[in-house]
Protein backbone atom coordinates (compact mmCIF):
# COMPACT_ATOMS: atom_id res chain seq x y z
CA UNK A 1 0.00 0.00 0.00
CA UNK A 2 1.60 3.17 -1.24
CA UNK A 3 1.90 5.56 2.06
CA UNK A 4 2.23 9.43 1.10
CA UNK A 5 1.68 12.62 3.32
CA UNK A 6 -0.96 12.17 5.42
CA UNK A 7 -5.03 14.03 4.34
CA UNK A 8 -3.71 14.74 0.97
CA UNK A 9 -7.50 15.73 0.37
CA UNK A 10 -6.49 19.09 2.09
CA UNK A 11 -4.21 20.39 -1.29
CA UNK A 12 -7.42 19.62 -3.75
CA UNK A 13 -9.18 22.79 -4.15
CA UNK A 14 -12.69 22.58 -4.00
CA UNK A 15 -13.51 26.34 -6.30
CA UNK A 16 -11.01 28.14 -8.21
CA UNK A 17 -11.22 31.62 -10.60
CA UNK A 18 -10.32 30.67 -13.81
CA UNK A 19 -8.70 32.68 -16.67
CA UNK A 20 -11.38 33.44 -19.33
CA UNK A 21 -11.22 32.10 -22.84
CA UNK A 22 -10.11 28.87 -22.18
CA UNK A 23 -12.31 25.77 -22.74
CA UNK A 24 -11.16 22.57 -20.48
CA UNK A 25 -12.40 18.83 -21.56
CA UNK A 26 -10.72 15.39 -20.52
CA UNK A 27 -11.68 11.80 -21.27
CA UNK A 28 -10.90 7.79 -20.81
CA UNK A 29 -8.95 6.56 -23.85
CA UNK A 30 -7.89 3.13 -22.24
CA UNK A 31 -4.10 3.73 -22.35
CA UNK A 32 -3.67 3.22 -18.06
CA UNK A 33 -3.93 -0.12 -16.85
CA UNK A 34 -6.96 1.15 -15.39
CA UNK A 35 -10.59 2.38 -16.50
CA UNK A 36 -9.19 6.07 -15.27
CA UNK A 37 -9.57 9.22 -17.49
CA UNK A 38 -5.84 9.23 -19.80
CA UNK A 39 -6.17 12.28 -21.38
CA UNK A 40 -6.71 16.12 -21.30
CA UNK A 41 -7.45 19.01 -23.74
CA UNK A 42 -7.09 23.12 -22.96
CA UNK A 43 -8.12 25.05 -25.67
CA UNK A 44 -8.13 28.91 -26.04
CA UNK A 45 -10.56 30.70 -28.29
CA UNK A 46 -8.59 32.90 -29.56
CA UNK A 47 -4.23 33.02 -30.33
CA UNK A 48 -1.87 32.84 -27.26
CA UNK A 49 1.92 33.99 -26.63
CA UNK A 50 3.35 30.59 -25.78
CA UNK A 51 6.29 29.97 -23.84
CA UNK A 52 8.12 26.45 -22.80
CA UNK A 53 10.52 24.79 -21.21
CA UNK A 54 11.79 20.77 -21.43
CA UNK A 55 13.59 18.23 -20.11
CA UNK A 56 17.58 18.50 -20.47
CA UNK A 57 17.67 14.79 -20.69
CA UNK A 58 19.39 13.63 -24.20
CA UNK A 59 16.82 10.66 -24.24
CA UNK A 60 14.19 14.02 -24.66
CA UNK A 61 10.96 12.34 -25.38
CA UNK A 62 9.19 12.25 -29.26
CA UNK A 63 6.93 14.96 -27.86
CA UNK A 64 9.58 17.00 -25.76
CA UNK A 65 11.54 17.22 -29.58
CA UNK A 66 8.73 18.23 -31.44
CA UNK A 67 7.29 20.27 -28.63
CA UNK A 68 10.84 22.17 -29.40
CA UNK A 69 10.17 23.16 -32.31
CA UNK A 70 5.96 23.92 -31.89
CA UNK A 71 7.34 26.62 -29.25
CA UNK A 72 10.00 28.07 -31.63
CA UNK A 73 7.66 28.63 -34.74
CA UNK A 74 4.17 29.26 -33.22
CA UNK A 75 5.01 32.71 -32.57
CA UNK A 76 1.47 34.51 -31.05
CA UNK A 77 -0.64 31.80 -32.51
CA UNK A 78 -0.61 28.83 -29.94
CA UNK A 79 -3.95 27.75 -29.42
CA UNK A 80 -4.04 24.28 -27.87
CA UNK A 81 -2.46 21.68 -25.08
CA UNK A 82 -3.45 18.05 -25.83
CA UNK A 83 -2.03 15.45 -22.93
CA UNK A 84 -2.06 11.72 -22.59
CA UNK A 85 -0.79 9.59 -19.70
CA UNK A 86 -0.38 6.18 -19.86
CA UNK A 87 2.06 6.16 -22.34
CA UNK A 88 5.21 8.21 -22.06
CA UNK A 89 6.15 7.68 -25.91
CA UNK A 90 9.96 7.87 -24.87
CA UNK A 91 12.55 5.92 -26.90
CA UNK A 92 10.71 5.14 -29.59
CA UNK A 93 12.10 5.94 -32.50
CA UNK A 94 11.19 7.81 -35.85
CA UNK A 95 7.38 6.07 -35.22
CA UNK A 96 7.28 8.29 -32.25
CA UNK A 97 7.70 11.44 -33.90
CA UNK A 98 5.73 10.52 -36.34
CA UNK A 99 2.48 9.33 -34.05
CA UNK A 100 3.04 12.79 -32.08
CA UNK A 101 2.44 15.12 -35.14
CA UNK A 102 -0.16 12.78 -36.10
CA UNK A 103 -2.06 13.12 -33.43
CA UNK A 104 -1.21 17.05 -33.43
CA UNK A 105 -2.81 17.21 -37.01
CA UNK A 106 -5.39 15.52 -35.55
CA UNK A 107 -6.27 17.91 -33.30
CA UNK A 108 -5.75 21.13 -34.69
CA UNK A 109 -8.09 19.44 -37.59
CA UNK A 110 -11.06 18.13 -35.13
CA UNK A 111 -10.92 22.19 -33.67
CA UNK A 112 -10.87 23.50 -37.03
CA UNK A 113 -7.74 25.34 -36.73
CA UNK A 114 -5.49 25.39 -39.87
CA UNK A 115 -1.88 25.74 -38.49
CA UNK A 116 0.10 22.58 -36.68
CA UNK A 117 2.16 24.95 -34.94
CA UNK A 118 -1.18 26.04 -32.58
CA UNK A 119 -0.98 22.54 -30.63
CA UNK A 120 1.35 21.38 -28.22
CA UNK A 121 0.98 17.47 -27.02
CA UNK A 122 2.56 16.48 -23.92
CA UNK A 123 2.91 13.02 -22.47
CA UNK A 124 3.67 10.63 -19.57
CA UNK A 125 3.35 6.92 -18.82
CA UNK A 126 5.70 4.23 -19.31
CA UNK A 127 9.06 4.65 -20.88
CA UNK A 128 10.06 2.65 -24.67
CA UNK A 129 6.17 1.69 -25.15
CA UNK A 130 4.52 3.31 -28.54
CA UNK A 131 1.31 5.27 -28.26
CA UNK A 132 -1.68 3.12 -29.44
CA UNK A 133 -2.66 5.24 -31.86
CA UNK A 134 -5.87 4.22 -32.54
CA UNK A 135 -6.93 4.72 -28.69
CA UNK A 136 -5.39 8.31 -28.69
CA UNK A 137 -7.40 8.87 -32.10
CA UNK A 138 -10.49 8.52 -30.70
CA UNK A 139 -9.53 10.07 -27.67
CA UNK A 140 -9.13 13.55 -29.88
CA UNK A 141 -12.79 12.77 -31.27
CA UNK A 142 -14.04 13.08 -27.48
CA UNK A 143 -12.34 15.79 -26.41
CA UNK A 144 -13.16 18.19 -29.30
CA UNK A 145 -16.20 17.23 -29.29
CA UNK A 146 -16.41 18.03 -25.62
CA UNK A 147 -14.97 21.61 -25.68
CA UNK A 148 -17.06 22.31 -28.85
CA UNK A 149 -20.36 22.07 -26.81
CA UNK A 150 -19.21 24.36 -23.72
CA UNK A 151 -18.63 28.20 -24.05
CA UNK A 152 -16.88 28.00 -20.52
CA UNK A 153 -14.49 25.65 -18.18
CA UNK A 154 -16.17 24.92 -14.95
CA UNK A 155 -13.91 24.21 -12.08
CA UNK A 156 -14.96 20.82 -12.13
CA UNK A 157 -13.56 20.65 -15.97
CA UNK A 158 -9.90 22.04 -15.06
CA UNK A 159 -10.08 19.59 -11.88
CA UNK A 160 -10.90 16.70 -14.30
CA UNK A 161 -8.19 17.86 -16.67
CA UNK A 162 -5.57 17.50 -13.44
CA UNK A 163 -6.94 13.77 -12.54
CA UNK A 164 -6.70 12.83 -16.11
CA UNK A 165 -2.70 13.18 -16.04
CA UNK A 166 -1.96 11.38 -13.25
CA UNK A 167 0.24 8.64 -13.44
CA UNK A 168 1.68 7.03 -9.79
CA UNK A 169 0.36 10.52 -8.35
CA UNK A 170 -2.04 10.25 -5.19
CA UNK A 171 -4.32 13.76 -5.98
CA UNK A 172 -4.64 16.06 -8.29
CA UNK A 173 -2.69 19.30 -8.64
CA UNK A 174 -4.57 22.23 -9.57
CA UNK A 175 -4.19 25.31 -8.40
CA UNK A 176 -5.94 29.15 -9.45
CA UNK A 177 -5.48 32.65 -8.43
CA UNK A 178 -6.38 36.06 -9.85
CA UNK A 179 -3.42 38.74 -10.15
CA UNK A 180 -4.02 42.48 -10.95
CA UNK A 181 -1.99 44.57 -13.29
CA UNK A 182 -2.48 48.69 -13.52
CA UNK A 183 -6.05 47.79 -11.41
CA UNK A 184 -6.61 45.59 -14.07
CA UNK A 185 -7.65 42.03 -12.42
CA UNK A 186 -6.41 39.17 -14.62
CA UNK A 187 -6.07 34.93 -13.52
CA UNK A 188 -3.74 32.48 -13.62
CA UNK A 189 -4.51 28.46 -13.52
CA UNK A 190 -2.74 25.57 -14.20
CA UNK A 191 -2.07 22.00 -13.34
CA UNK A 192 1.01 19.81 -12.78
CA UNK A 193 1.48 16.42 -12.51
CA UNK A 194 4.71 13.85 -11.47
CA UNK A 195 5.21 11.77 -7.87
CA UNK A 196 8.52 9.85 -8.59
CA UNK A 197 11.71 10.95 -11.39
CA UNK A 198 11.93 14.36 -9.90
CA UNK A 199 14.90 16.25 -9.73
CA UNK A 200 16.22 19.32 -11.91
CA UNK A 201 16.43 20.16 -14.27
CA UNK A 202 12.81 19.29 -14.81
CA UNK A 203 11.72 15.87 -13.55
CA UNK A 204 9.07 13.48 -14.27
CA UNK A 205 6.71 16.38 -14.22
CA UNK A 206 3.83 17.73 -17.07
CA UNK A 207 2.69 21.40 -16.11
CA UNK A 208 0.49 23.85 -17.55
CA UNK A 209 -0.12 27.27 -16.96
CA UNK A 210 -2.68 29.33 -18.57
CA UNK A 211 -3.52 32.97 -18.27
CA UNK A 212 -5.68 35.53 -19.57
CA UNK A 213 -3.14 38.51 -19.35
CA UNK A 214 -1.71 39.82 -22.58
CA UNK A 215 2.00 39.20 -22.43
CA UNK A 216 4.41 39.03 -25.57
CA UNK A 217 6.12 35.93 -26.47
CA UNK A 218 9.43 37.21 -25.37
CA UNK A 219 7.93 38.46 -22.11
CA UNK A 220 6.14 35.40 -21.12
CA UNK A 221 9.20 33.20 -21.82
CA UNK A 222 11.88 35.58 -19.85
CA UNK A 223 9.29 35.03 -16.77
CA UNK A 224 9.04 31.54 -17.20
CA UNK A 225 12.83 31.01 -17.46
CA UNK A 226 12.96 33.35 -14.20
CA UNK A 227 10.07 31.30 -12.54
CA UNK A 228 10.98 27.85 -13.30
CA UNK A 229 14.35 28.36 -11.63
CA UNK A 230 12.73 29.11 -8.44
CA UNK A 231 9.78 26.42 -8.82
CA UNK A 232 9.90 23.41 -10.98
CA UNK A 233 13.61 23.32 -10.98
CA UNK A 234 14.32 23.84 -8.06
CA UNK A 235 12.34 20.65 -6.60
CA UNK A 236 13.42 17.18 -5.89
CA UNK A 237 12.06 13.85 -4.73
CA UNK A 238 14.61 10.83 -5.90
CA UNK A 239 17.36 12.76 -7.67
CA UNK A 240 16.04 11.25 -11.42
CA UNK A 241 15.79 13.74 -14.30
CA UNK A 242 13.06 11.97 -16.85
CA UNK A 243 12.68 12.18 -20.66
CA UNK A 244 9.49 14.07 -20.80
CA UNK A 245 9.58 17.30 -18.62
CA UNK A 246 7.51 19.86 -20.33
CA UNK A 247 6.11 22.93 -18.48
CA UNK A 248 4.03 25.20 -20.96
CA UNK A 249 2.64 28.67 -20.37
CA UNK A 250 0.02 30.00 -22.59
CA UNK A 251 -1.43 33.91 -22.39
CA UNK A 252 -4.13 34.92 -24.13
CA UNK A 253 -5.00 38.33 -23.21
CA UNK A 254 -8.83 37.95 -23.17
CA UNK A 255 -8.97 39.93 -19.29
CA UNK A 256 -8.22 42.80 -21.45
CA UNK A 257 -5.15 44.30 -19.64
CA UNK A 258 -2.77 46.49 -21.55
CA UNK A 259 0.21 44.15 -23.61
CA UNK A 260 3.31 43.42 -21.27
CA UNK A 261 5.68 43.73 -23.75
CA UNK A 262 8.84 45.78 -22.18
CA UNK A 263 11.21 43.56 -19.99
CA UNK A 264 12.34 46.41 -18.20
CA UNK A 265 8.75 47.43 -17.38
CA UNK A 266 7.86 47.47 -14.08
CA UNK A 267 4.43 45.80 -15.31
CA UNK A 268 6.98 42.92 -16.43
CA UNK A 269 8.39 42.44 -12.97
CA UNK A 270 5.08 42.13 -11.53
CA UNK A 271 3.91 39.48 -13.72
CA UNK A 272 7.43 37.42 -13.28
CA UNK A 273 6.95 37.62 -9.51
CA UNK A 274 3.42 36.66 -9.85
CA UNK A 275 3.83 33.66 -12.17
CA UNK A 276 7.14 32.61 -10.03
CA UNK A 277 4.85 32.52 -6.89
CA UNK A 278 1.79 30.36 -8.80
CA UNK A 279 4.35 27.77 -10.43
CA UNK A 280 6.33 27.65 -6.68
CA UNK A 281 3.07 26.51 -5.27
CA UNK A 282 2.13 24.14 -8.16
CA UNK A 283 5.71 22.64 -7.91
CA UNK A 284 5.51 22.52 -4.22
CA UNK A 285 2.50 19.93 -5.01
CA UNK A 286 4.65 17.80 -6.56
CA UNK A 287 6.77 17.48 -3.61
CA UNK A 288 3.79 16.94 -1.46
CA UNK A 289 2.62 13.99 -3.34
CA UNK A 290 6.68 12.32 -4.03
CA UNK A 291 6.57 8.68 -4.19
CA UNK A 292 5.64 7.18 -0.85
CA UNK A 293 6.55 10.58 0.93
CA UNK A 294 5.74 11.63 4.77
CA UNK A 295 7.78 14.48 4.46
CA UNK A 296 7.60 17.72 3.19
CA UNK A 297 11.27 19.28 3.58
CA UNK A 298 11.60 23.25 2.81
CA UNK A 299 15.83 23.78 1.96
CA UNK A 300 16.11 27.66 2.90
CA UNK A 301 19.82 28.68 1.98
CA UNK A 302 20.06 32.34 3.38
CA UNK A 303 23.00 35.12 2.89
CA UNK A 304 24.88 33.37 -0.22
CA UNK A 305 27.36 35.03 -2.27
CA UNK A 306 24.78 34.77 -5.43
CA UNK A 307 21.40 32.97 -6.77
CA UNK A 308 23.80 30.33 -8.26
CA UNK A 309 25.78 29.54 -4.95
CA UNK A 310 22.74 29.86 -3.06
CA UNK A 311 21.04 26.91 -4.93
CA UNK A 312 23.79 24.69 -5.48
CA UNK A 313 24.05 24.18 -1.82
CA UNK A 314 20.23 23.73 -1.25
CA UNK A 315 20.45 21.40 -4.39
CA UNK A 316 23.08 19.23 -2.40
CA UNK A 317 20.95 18.77 0.63
CA UNK A 318 17.87 18.29 -1.62
CA UNK A 319 19.45 15.08 -2.96
CA UNK A 320 21.08 13.81 -0.52
CA UNK A 321 19.79 10.20 0.79
CA UNK A 322 21.67 10.42 3.82
CA UNK A 323 19.51 13.78 4.50
CA UNK A 324 16.24 12.25 3.74
CA UNK A 325 16.59 9.36 5.19
CA UNK A 326 17.28 11.24 8.02
CA UNK A 327 13.88 12.85 7.90
CA UNK A 328 12.02 9.69 7.58
CA UNK A 329 13.59 8.53 10.79
CA UNK A 330 13.17 11.69 12.47
CA UNK A 331 16.93 12.07 13.28
CA UNK A 332 18.13 15.68 14.04
CA UNK A 333 21.43 14.58 12.10
CA UNK A 334 22.45 17.86 11.43
CA UNK A 335 25.98 16.64 10.74
CA UNK A 336 24.78 15.36 7.48
CA UNK A 337 22.96 17.86 6.33
CA UNK A 338 26.01 19.73 7.24
CA UNK A 339 28.11 17.67 5.09
CA UNK A 340 26.21 18.34 2.47
CA UNK A 341 26.25 21.59 2.42
CA UNK A 342 30.28 20.71 2.47
CA UNK A 343 30.24 19.16 -0.97
CA UNK A 344 27.96 20.82 -2.64
CA UNK A 345 30.72 22.55 -4.89
CA UNK A 346 30.38 26.38 -2.87
CA UNK A 347 33.84 27.98 -1.60
CA UNK A 348 32.23 27.70 2.39
CA UNK A 349 33.83 29.48 5.22
CA UNK A 350 32.76 27.13 7.66
CA UNK A 351 32.84 29.20 10.64
CA UNK A 352 29.68 31.31 9.31
CA UNK A 353 27.57 28.71 8.45
CA UNK A 354 24.56 28.46 10.97
CA UNK A 355 21.61 25.76 10.57
CA UNK A 356 18.63 25.59 12.27
CA UNK A 357 15.31 23.34 11.77
CA UNK A 358 11.90 24.72 11.99
CA UNK A 359 7.88 24.45 12.13
CA UNK A 360 5.33 26.52 11.73
CA UNK A 361 5.20 26.69 15.45
CA UNK A 362 8.90 26.13 17.08
CA UNK A 363 12.18 26.36 15.63
CA UNK A 364 15.73 24.92 17.18
CA UNK A 365 18.96 26.08 16.85
CA UNK A 366 21.05 22.86 15.66
CA UNK A 367 24.40 24.46 14.36
CA UNK A 368 26.45 27.60 15.24
CA UNK A 369 29.47 29.53 13.74
CA UNK A 370 30.56 25.68 12.18
CA UNK A 371 30.43 23.81 15.48
CA UNK A 372 27.21 22.03 17.61
CA UNK A 373 25.41 24.71 19.36
CA UNK A 374 26.65 24.29 22.94
CA UNK A 375 23.57 25.69 24.53
CA UNK A 376 21.40 22.62 23.41
CA UNK A 377 19.75 21.22 26.28
CA UNK A 378 16.79 18.64 27.09
CA UNK A 379 13.97 21.18 26.20
CA UNK A 380 16.32 21.78 22.64
CA UNK A 381 16.08 17.65 22.36
CA UNK A 382 12.55 17.53 22.72
CA UNK A 383 11.49 20.85 20.54
CA UNK A 384 13.72 18.66 17.79
CA UNK A 385 11.69 15.52 18.23
CA UNK A 386 8.18 17.49 17.76
CA UNK A 387 9.29 19.28 15.03
CA UNK A 388 10.43 16.26 13.18
CA UNK A 389 7.25 14.55 14.16
CA UNK A 390 5.50 16.71 11.84
CA UNK A 391 4.47 17.06 8.09
CA UNK A 392 6.38 19.96 6.77
CA UNK A 393 10.01 21.04 7.71
CA UNK A 394 11.95 23.29 7.66
CA UNK A 395 15.91 23.10 7.21
CA UNK A 396 17.04 26.35 7.43
CA UNK A 397 21.27 27.54 6.21
CA UNK A 398 22.89 30.37 6.89
CA UNK A 399 26.18 30.54 4.80
CA UNK A 400 27.25 34.12 6.03
CA UNK A 401 28.72 34.90 3.01
CA UNK A 402 26.03 37.04 1.12
CA UNK A 403 23.25 38.60 1.18
CA UNK A 404 20.87 36.57 -1.12
CA UNK A 405 18.77 33.61 -0.80
CA UNK A 406 17.53 30.49 -2.40
CA UNK A 407 15.10 27.23 -1.88
CA UNK A 408 14.23 24.14 -2.98
CA UNK A 409 11.79 21.91 -2.21
CA UNK A 410 11.89 18.02 -1.29
CA UNK A 411 10.66 15.07 0.72
CA UNK A 412 12.03 12.05 2.48
CA UNK A 413 12.85 8.63 1.27
CA UNK A 414 11.06 6.36 2.90
CA UNK A 415 10.50 2.40 2.55
CA UNK A 416 7.65 3.07 0.72
CA UNK A 417 9.32 4.92 -2.47
CA UNK A 418 11.14 1.32 -3.06
CA UNK A 419 8.35 -0.69 -2.93
CA UNK A 420 6.47 1.89 -5.43
CA UNK A 421 9.13 1.82 -7.93
CA UNK A 422 10.17 -1.84 -7.74
CA UNK A 423 6.42 -2.75 -9.54
CA UNK A 424 6.18 0.07 -11.46
CA UNK A 425 5.41 -1.68 -15.24
Given amino acids: MRRHLSTVSKHVPSSGVYPLGFLVASTTAGLKKTTAPDMALVVSDRDCAGAAVFTRNAFAAAPVLVGREVIKTSGDAMRV ?18 DTRTAISKTAASLGLKSMGSTLMLSTGVIGVPLKMDRIEKGIDALSASVSKSSTASHEDWLAAATA ?3 TDTFPKLRSK ?13 WSKGAGMIHPNMATMLAGIFTDAAVSKPCLQAALSHAVERSFNAISVDGDTSTNDTLVVLANGAAGTKLIDDIKSPEFAQ ?41 AVATAIAKSPLVKTAMF ?14 YSGVDIEP ?15 LFKDGAPHQV ?11 ILAGEDIVIRVDLGLGKVKAQMFTCDLSFDYVKINIDYT
Fill in 351 to 365: TKVNLWMESKNEIVH
Fill in 165 to 167: IMT
Fill in 329 to 342: GQDANWGRIVCAVG
Fill in 271 to 311: FQDNLTEFAAELAGLVVRDGEGATKFLDIQIENARNFEEGK
Fill in 81 to 98: VLVNAGCANACTGAQGIA
Fill in 178 to 190: EFSVNGKAYRIAG
Fill in 376 to 386: FEQADKDKAKR
